[in-house]
């Protein structure tokens, strides 16, 4: 499925998905019903992992709807808590 992007008179742009190649010229706008006509645009032409994309829709969604902590940071057997790496490196007092 490819995303095809419409211009509306009374919004200013419409996402709309289609297979490849059948996309017509003019659809109907949901919100008001006028007539909305295809915009053309580069294509999108490098392709991201799956593991960067998920991660930055995850951060992306997490900017509107934070996600809920359901447990403690996890602990070494000494007690202490796991730190980040780069902690490591920083001057104790």
Known sequence: MVVYVYRCPCRSEIEVTFPIGTAPAAVPCPGCGATSVRAFSAPMLTRTPAALSSRLERAERSAFEPEVVTSPPRRRAGGAV????????????
Request: no cysteine; charged share 15%; hydrophobic share 35%.
């Open 82 to 93: 796991v730190a980040h790496p780069a902690t490591g490196r920083l001057p104790r007092p």
